[in-house]
């Protein structure tokens, strides 16, 4: 299984996956066999807490992409559900969208507003 | 620096909507380009360009009937000319080759060749982690760039949208303009025009047109002799920064900081010391922040700069053949021989040519001089 494929089982569980630098303890998205920090190539995954704020997003028709900055560091490209007037640096938390497949699409929420 | 190398020839394909084929309109660059030059196409010993096929350079020597010493087919998206001609130059000093010709052409809109989605490329990891998400490549990028300059800067739609009114107003002076003889736009007509990724409308991007250029390069001995006032290449850097949307770790930081740096660093001058710059404007965002990165602003004033730029109306409102780097060269060449007419900044010694392609994912910047 590549590191990709890994990444994506762990949605069926709807669990974001992050690589974590065993060595200079850096995390990183997406996975790979290198840290891109130290270039150590000891690395693990582990759950993400899912909590994070926008860095920056853009409404195209009827979603709205988003980059998502995470509590642990990395930015992930997502989209933004349920935010009718979304603003960079506002705290988003973790929301899943099922797929077809049993697979989840990890999205983001309002923070304040639960799930 | 190692032995000087001059730009000594340019031209322009024809633009715009032509119903040529791609090596139809790169003939008619590299032959209008030579002429310029004054230079056969025999004395061709070096070639770079790109977009043809999978044997780019080799595929033009074949279709021009050259064997030539060395080529380039580097693919950096529209940033790669300005990086070409670092390499011609460094060919050309050490002794490899003594006439680089650098030409591009597309005729995307004749061939309606342009998606909104781009091409999402199989085995990337753009492919696996972004694509689900189904983002307008490149423009979301941009937009989300523009959206987070305006939220940074508490600036709005209205003052991005100048940036697009200043470059109609800039094409009406250059007749080879696509909107050339259209009228002015105003900040009205940008704001009412569709959304294509929020904040960016549709006059907020480029254009989608045929053409292309090219550029004649040999040593700066030679060029002496030759009928053009020669250009010297006086420096040149590049940087490479990312593929991924989310990769970036500062949007507002782009890989222009450091080659213009570098850039600047080998040429031995300072933003004061450039008369002209010709700057990759992809969308109205890219304005301001390579004015800010190049060092003529500071941040979040690049929309108040008031150092003369893409005096032909640049991809805005002049031509964007997907990848206009050339015709950067092309502006900044003819702006440093004194040949623009209505349009010419007087007495433009120095030029910045800056090129990027993909997201902001690669830069190269180009600083070219005139003795006059």
Not at chain 1, 71 to 76: A, D, H, S, V
Not at chain 2, 28 to 38: E, K
Not at chain 2, 162 to 167: E, L, N, Q, T
Not at chain 2, 317 to 333: D, I, K, N, S
């Amino acid at each position: 299984m590549t590191d990709a494929e890994a990444w994506w089982e762990a949605t069926r569980d709807r669990r974001l996956l992050l690589q974590r630098c065993l060595d200079c303890r850096r995390f990183q998205h997406y996975p790979r066999p290198l840290c891109t920090g130290c270039g150590g190539d000891r690395l693990d995954f582990v759950a993400a807490a899912g909590t994070g704020t926008i860095d920056s997003f853009t409404t195209v028709e009827r979603y709205t992409l988003a980059r998502v900055r995470l509590t642990e560091g990395p930015i992930l490209l997502t989209h933004l559900e349920g935010l009718d007037d979304p603003a960079c640096d506002q705290p988003v938390r973790l929301a899943w969208r099922a797929l077809p497949d049993g697979r989840h699409l990890p999205v983001f929420r309002s923070a304040d507003n639960g799930l | 620096m190692t032995a000087a190398v001059a730009v000594v020839g340019a031209a322009e394909c024809d633009l715009g909507l032509t119903g040529r084929s791609v090596l139809e309109l790169q003939s008619q660059a590299v032959t209008r380009a030579l002429a310029d030059a004054g230079i056969a196409l025999s004395e061709v010993d070096g070639l770079a360009t790109n977009g043809i096929s999978r044997f780019s350079a080799t595929q033009l020597a074949d279709w021009l009937g050259i064997r030539p010493a060395w080529c380039d087919s580097t693919f950096a998206g529209g940033a790669v000319f300005e990086m070409y001609v670092a390499r011609a130059a460094q060919a050309i000093a050490a002794g490899q080759c003594t006439t680089v010709l650098i030409s591009y052409a597309s005729n995307q809109r004749s061939a309606r060749s342009r998606t909104l989605t781009g091409v999402v490329e199989e085995g990337t990891p753009e492919a696996a982690f972004e694509a689900p998400y189904r983002p307008l490549y490149p423009i979301s990028y941009y937009a989300m760039v523009a959206q987070r300059y305006l939220h940074t800067y508490g600036l709005g739609r209205a003052d991005l949208a100048s940036v697009a009114v200043a470059a109609r107003e800039r094409a009406r002076r250059n007749p080879a303009a696509w909107t050339y003889g259209k009228g002015p736009l105003t900040i009205d007509d940008v704001l009412a025009a569709p959304m294509i990724s929020t904040p960016l409308g549709r006059h907020d991007c480029c254009l989608v047109t045929d053409g292309g250029g090219a550029v004649v390069l040999t040593s700066a001995d030679r060029a002496r002799d030759l009928p053009r006032p020669p250009v010297t290449v006086l420096g040149y850097g590049e940087s490479l920064t990312h593929t991924g949307m989310a990769t970036a770790p500062d949007l507002l930081r782009t890989g222009a900081v450091d080659s213009g740096r570098r850039a600047y660093a080998r040429a031995g001058l300072t933003p004061a010391g450039i008369d002209v710059i010709q700057l990759y404007d992809s969308f109205t965002i890219s304005v301001p922040l390579g004015l800010e990165a190049l060092g003529f602003a500071a941040p979040g004033e690049g929309l108040r700069a008031a150092v003369p730029h893409n005096t032909g109306g640049g991809g805005l409102a002049y031509c964007h053949p997907g990848q206009l780097g050339v015709l950067l060269l092309v502006e900044a060449v003819r702006q440093l021989r004194g040949e623009c007419g209505d349009r010419q900044v007087p007495g433009a010694r120095t030029a910045l040519v800056h090129g990027t392609g993909g997201i902001f994912s690669s830069h190269a910047t180009v600083i070219l001089g005139v003795d006059r």
